[in-house]
């Protein structure tokens, strides 16, 4: 019987899409050498509106610039915010010099979610790479805030090696209190690794879950996700049970600048999560 | 009959009472902004008086080719489009978004904006009133709503002119966005010289346009007229030099993402990016984010951008389309094909800039041609 | 022969499609074995006569590197194959195997096969078809393991 699968959410306007609200950093956290987790509460009152699993803020550093990061923390926390960054360019090596009671400007939320809330009933497959776990950690709270109404819950996540996991504790009490399979590679195994190792791909194949109602949800580098979306399909999954987050340069968030666009969609609006199938056909071509 | 407004009527103008018209737009608060020249070139900038129209010039265009030359009458709109498109009056080139001033250990976010001032737009070809038209789609169709473009679009006032000739690239007939101005005017002119007699038939598109109508001397218009306004229409039609085939161009282009076309345009494309800053449908923008040398105010301004440039795709270290060949496919993909998807019809509305203003004369509907050839070739050379 | 083994051999996807035979063949050289915690399976450079058909547990592939100790490099899981040297010479192993955690797998007997295969090209082709995949497999994933795609880009 054909299930009505719907496609991601857009949740939450921004009153004024195009200027920043003023938020202080509460804690900054060292996840690990080069990411790191800003704890963010509303600077003068005014929070931004609630956000779905998936959705993104544009973080301006006041006078260096602004990037899009997804947002990391439990919906049910808001207005308070937490983005977890890794350090790649100019404005996010200035913003991970930022300390305690700096105040930077937030927008959002932008984008679509993942589909969590509209899917009860099935089984949840999570596959992240990288610090594509952070984008995915807001469905995961929402997964467990409902656990009753879904079936088995996994989380496959590679990381670059041991130091590299983020969220090592959340990972561990998450094992321990919910009913929630976890299992964690690393690319390279450091002395006193005695987990698996190798790209996270490599347990797609023997992950428990039935691919006949699986929804699976998938974050990382983009290579990492083409792989892992293959393993998926030669487990039987069909594309429109598969969603995945893309990313590219972004200027405005809300569709204006043109930069985002990744063939006939704007990853700011159409994304960043996406359906599979949607983007099926230009998925993985060069340059695109 | 000064006086009566009647909207969606077709009346005429003298040549001589053109000053008039444009004196009733002023009246009503409008700067008005039209053709001029400028550096040998037909440009739209600010206009005082009819003194600053190209009366009695004209341009010859071809791939790669602009050039100004005289008339032998005196019309005031006998050329066609130049580089300037009104996309730089609703979509300013630089445009400062807020200021943002630190104090107090916090971040004090300053947007406002100074109302623009209300544009009338004097001479607008029926190519760039559906451009205007695609570019609302942009910035006000969608969930956002870009406030500087409603708030200039909003204030609006256009007097349409209907083109008496065909410009050496323009194409808007097949693209079906000419050349008869149709909607989204407040007045349309033709413009009229037929021996000694010079006038404009207008043909009334809102109640203001009837309101500014009424401050001009003017004549309701005869049958002749009216046959006057369809003669030069069909003659322009029938001048188009080129044409694009638009049956199933988007699944065209979908299909042929790796056609050697491509490599081909791409070795002669400059990435100079020219064609976006005239085409009057692409809207991509950057942001520059600056502070003073106290550190304490910091702006972030708007500017026009090109999907052209190495850093328009940049992320994490590197750029998506780094080859010239990758960045010319998006933009013309993008104008043709994801434009569809995206906003409901094509980008582009035939106006042949793009192939004037090329260095390298790189013809976007000869482009589409070679592709759609390559797959079904027809009998002949 | 442990019979008990038959149908595991026959309904494992691994030996799908093998003519009735080859099958009782390859039952004849399977055996169950375990393997406790930190057992070394098999060292880089012994004699490469044994695969496994890894049942439950873990398996590290490794290499003893100087100043460093045994570095895992990949790491082996249920319904994970171990072992292809023994189909090509010299027949020893390029690296080593030990189990991080009490394994559970199958047991054959490589050099049997390998020499049956010999004579049986049909079973051979058929052996190596399915051993070439287990090779394409894992050298995709190191391919990506390579990639470093969590790396920095910058």
Same mark, same amino acid.
């Given at each position: 019987?054909?299930?009505?699968?719907?496609?991601?959410?857009?949740?939450?306007?921004?009153?004024?899409?195009?200027?920043?609200?003023? !938020?202080?950093?509460?804690?900054?956290?060292?996840?690990? !050498?080069?990411?790191?987790?800003?704890?963010?509460?509303?600077?003068?009152?005014?929070?931004?509106?609630?956000?779905?699993?998936?959705?993104?803020?544009?973080?301006?550093?006041?006078?260096?610039?602004?990037?899009?990061?997804?947002?990391?923390?439990?919906?049910?926390?808001?207005?308070?915010?937490?983005?977890?960054?890794?350090? @790649?360019? #100019?404005? #996010? %090596?200035?913003?991970?010099?930022?300390?305690?009671?700096?105040?930077?400007?937030?927008?959002?939320?932008?984008?679509?979610?993942?589909?969590?809330?509209?899917?009860?009933?099935?089984?949840?497959?999570? @596959?992240?790479?990288?610090?594509?776990?952070?984008?995915?950690?807001?469905?995961?709270?929402?997964?467990?805030?409902?656990?009753?109404?879904?079936? %088995?819950?996994?989380?496959?996540?590679?990381?670059?090696?041991?130091?590299?996991?983020?969220?090592?504790?959340?990972?561990?009490?998450?094992?321990?209190?919910?009913?929630?399979?976890?299992?964690?590679? @690393?690319?390279?195994?450091?002395?006193?690794?005695?987990?698996?190792?190798?790209?996270?791909?490599?347990?797609?194949?023997?992950?428990?879950?039935?691919?006949?109602?699986?929804?699976?949800? @998938?974050?990382?580098?983009?290579?990492?996700?083409?792989?892992?979306?293959?393993?998926?399909?030669?487990?039987?999954? #069909?594309?429109?049970?598969?969603?995945?987050?893309?990313?590219?340069?972004?200027?405005?968030?809300?569709?204006?600048?043109?930069?985002?666009?990744?063939?006939?969609?704007?990853?700011? %609006?159409?994304?960043?999560?996406?359906?599979?199938?949607?983007?099926?056909?230009?998925?993985?071509?060069?340059?695109? | 009959?000064?006086?009566?407004?009647?909207?969606?009527?077709?009346?005429?103008?003298?040549?001589?009472? $053109?000053?008039?018209? /444009?004196?009733?737009?002023?009246?009503?608060?409008?700067? /008005?902004?039209?053709?001029?020249?400028?550096?040998?070139?037909?440009?739209? &900038?600010? $206009?005082?008086?009819?003194?600053?129209?190209?009366?009695?010039?004209?341009?010859?265009?071809?791939?790669?080719?602009?050039?100004?030359?005289?008339?032998?009458?005196?019309?005031? +709109?006998?050329?066609?489009?130049?580089?300037?498109?009104?996309?730089?009056?609703?979509?300013?080139?630089?445009?400062?978004?807020?200021?943002?001033?630190?104090?107090?250990?916090?971040?004090?976010?300053?947007?406002?904006?100074?109302?623009?001032?209300?544009?009338?737009?004097?001479?607008?070809?029926?190519?760039?009133?559906?451009?205007?038209?695609?570019?609302?789609?942009?910035?006000?169709?969608?969930?956002?709503?870009?406030?500087?473009?409603?708030?200039?679009?909003?204030?609006?006032?256009?007097?349409?002119?209907?083109?008496?000739?065909?410009?050496?690239?323009? +194409?808007?007939?097949?693209?079906?966005?000419?050349?008869?101005?149709?909607?989204?005017?407040?007045?349309?002119?033709?413009?009229?010289? &037929?021996?000694?007699?010079?006038?404009?038939?207008?043909?009334?598109?809102?109640?203001?346009?009837?309101?500014?109508?009424?401050?001009?001397?003017?004549?309701?218009?005869?049958?002749?007229?009216?046959?006057?306004?369809?003669?030069?229409?069909?003659?322009?039609?029938?001048?188009?030099?080129?044409?694009?085939?638009?049956?199933?161009?988007?699944?065209? /282009?979908?299909?042929?993402?790796?056609?050697?076309?491509?490599?081909?345009?791409?070795?002669?494309?400059?990435?100079?990016?020219?064609?976006?800053?005239?085409?009057?449908?692409? +809207?991509?923008?950057?942001?520059?984010?600056?502070?003073?040398?106290?550190?304490?105010?910091?702006?972030?301004?708007?500017?026009?951008?090109?999907?052209?440039?190495? &850093?328009?795709?940049?992320?994490?270290?590197?750029?998506?389309?780094?080859?010239?060949?990758?960045?010319?496919?998006?933009?013309?993909?993008?104008?043709?094909?994801?434009?569809?998807?995206?906003?409901?019809?094509?980008?582009?509305?035939?106006?042949?800039?793009?192939?004037?203003?090329?260095?390298?004369?790189? &013809?976007?509907?000869?482009?589409?041609?070679?592709?759609?050839?390559?797959?079904?070739?027809?009998?002949?050379? | 022969?442990?019979?008990?083994?038959?149908?595991?051999?026959?309904?494992?996807?691994?030996?799908?499609?093998?003519?009735?035979?080859?099958?009782?063949?390859?039952?004849?050289?399977?055996?169950?074995?375990?393997?406790?915690?930190?057992?070394?399976?098999?060292?880089?450079?012994?004699?490469?006569?044994?695969?496994?058909?890894?049942?439950?547990?873990?398996?590290?592939?490794?290499?003893?590197?100087?100043?460093?100790?045994?570095?895992?490099?990949?790491?082996?899981?249920?319904?994970?194959?171990?072992?292809?040297?023994?189909?090509?010479?010299?027949?020893?192993?390029? =690296?080593?195997?030990?189990?991080?955690?009490?394994?559970?797998?199958?047991? =054959?007997?490589?050099?049997?096969?390998?020499?049956?295969?010999?004579?049986?090209?049909?079973?051979?082709?058929?052996?190596?078809?399915? =051993?070439?995949?287990?090779?394409?497999?894992?050298?995709?994933?190191?391919?990506?393991?390579?990639?470093?795609?969590?790396?920095?880009?910058?």
């Amino acid at each position: 019987m054909a299930h009505m699968l719907e496609m991601p959410t857009i949740s939450g306007l921004a009153a004024d899409p195009m200027v920043p609200v003023p !938020h202080r950093i509460e804690r900054v956290k060292r996840e690990t !050498h080069d990411t790191f987790t800003l704890e963010l509460m509303p600077a003068n009152g005014i929070g931004l509106p609630s956000f779905g699993p998936g959705q993104f803020n544009m973080l301006y550093v006041f006078g260096v610039g602004e990037v899009p990061i997804s947002i990391s923390s439990d919906p049910r926390h808001c207005p308070g915010l937490e983005h977890t960054t890794r350090v @790649v360019g #100019t404005v #996010t %090596k200035a913003m991970g010099a930022l300390k305690r009671g700096d105040v930077i400007g937030v927008r959002g939320p932008f984008g679509t979610s993942w589909p969590v809330a509209e899917e009860p009933g099935r089984d949840f497959l999570i @596959v992240a790479g990288g610090i594509g776990l952070a984008p995915l950690r807001p469905a995961l709270y929402q997964l467990m805030k409902n656990r009753e109404k879904y079936r %088995k819950i996994v989380l496959l996540y590679g990381a670059r090696a041991p130091e590299d996991i983020l969220y090592r504790h959340e990972l561990e009490r998450w094992r321990g209190k919910f009913d929630l399979e976890i299992q964690v590679t @690393v690319d390279r195994g450091s002395s006193g690794w005695r987990g698996n190792v190798g790209v996270v791909t490599t347990l797609v194949g023997r992950a428990p879950f039935d691919p006949t109602n699986t929804m699976a949800l @998938v974050c990382g580098p983009e290579v990492m996700m083409r792989f892992a979306i293959m393993e998926l399909q030669k487990r039987g999954m #069909t594309t429109e049970r598969v969603f995945l987050s893309m990313e590219r340069n972004m200027k405005c968030a809300v569709g204006f600048c043109g930069h985002c666009q990744y063939g006939p969609t704007f990853i700011c %609006k159409d994304g960043p999560v996406f359906r599979f199938d949607r983007i099926q056909s230009i998925f993985g071509r060069a340059e695109i | 009959m000064a006086g009566e407004s009647a909207e969606h009527g077709i009346f005429t103008i003298d040549a001589k009472h $053109l000053q008039d018209l /444009l004196t009733a737009i002023s009246k009503k608060g409008y700067l /008005l902004f039209g053709p001029t020249i400028r550096e040998g070139a037909i440009i739209y &900038d600010r $206009l005082n008086s009819v003194d600053d129209l190209p009366q009695g010039w004209t341009d010859e265009q071809n791939a790669g080719k602009y050039k100004l030359t005289r008339r032998q009458d005196y019309a005031f +709109f006998g050329y066609n489009v130049g580089p300037h498109s009104w996309k730089k009056f609703l979509q300013p080139p630089e445009h400062r978004l807020w200021k943002c001033k630190r104090e107090n250990g916090g971040l004090q976010i300053i947007s406002d904006s100074p109302a623009p001032p209300k544009h009338a737009f004097i001479g607008v070809r029926s190519c760039e009133l559906r451009a205007i038209a695609l570019l609302d789609k942009v910035f006000t169709g969608g969930a956002y709503t870009d406030s500087e473009y409603k708030n200039r679009r909003d204030g609006l006032f256009i007097v349409a002119v209907n083109c008496g000739q065909a410009g050496g690239t323009c +194409f808007c007939a097949s693209m079906n966005t000419g050349p008869k101005a149709t909607s989204g005017f407040d007045l349309a002119l033709t413009e009229v010289i &037929d021996g000694e007699s010079h006038f404009f038939v207008v043909e009334v598109g809102s109640e203001i346009g009837a309101e500014v109508l009424g401050e001009t001397p003017h004549r309701a218009a005869k049958s002749k007229d009216h046959e006057a306004v369809n003669q030069i229409i069909a003659k322009t039609t029938s001048q188009m030099g080129r044409a694009m085939n638009t049956n199933g161009l988007k699944e065209l /282009l979908y299909r042929n993402y790796e056609h050697p076309r491509w490599d081909l345009v791409a070795s002669r494309c400059l990435t100079c990016a020219n064609c976006t800053m005239v085409c009057p449908t692409c +809207f991509c923008t950057t942001v520059e984010d600056t502070t003073d040398l106290t550190g304490e105010n910091a702006e972030r301004w708007r500017k026009w951008d090109s999907c052209f440039t190495m &850093d328009f795709s940049y992320i994490h270290g590197g750029s998506v389309r780094a080859t010239p060949k990758s960045r010319y496919r998006q933009w013309m993909t993008h104008k043709l094909a994801t434009w569809v998807d995206q906003f409901g019809e094509i980008g582009c509305v035939g106006c042949g800039r793009c192939i004037t203003w090329c260095p390298v004369g790189i &013809d976007i509907a000869e482009e589409v041609h070679a592709i759609r050839e390559s797959e079904s070739p027809t009998a002949g050379g | 022969m442990i019979h008990s083994l038959e149908p595991v051999i026959r309904q494992h996807p691994f030996f799908k499609g093998l003519e009735e035979h080859h099958i009782q063949f390859i039952v004849g050289c399977a055996k169950n074995v375990t393997f406790d915690q930190d057992h070394v399976i098999f060292r880089e450079g012994d004699a490469a006569e044994r695969f496994y058909f890894i049942r439950d547990g873990l398996v590290s592939i490794e290499m003893v590197v100087p100043h460093k100790g045994p570095t895992t490099l990949q790491t082996l899981g249920e319904g994970d194959v171990l072992g292809w040297s023994w189909l090509t010479p010299p027949y020893r192993w390029h =690296f080593g195997a030990r189990a991080l955690r009490k394994t559970h797998a199958l047991d =054959f007997d490589g050099k049997c096969l390998r020499e049956k295969c010999d004579t049986d090209h049909d079973l051979g082709y058929e052996i190596l078809k399915r =051993f070439t995949n287990v090779v394409t497999e894992r050298l995709d994933a190191a391919r990506l393991q390579l990639l470093d795609l969590y790396g920095a880009h910058a």
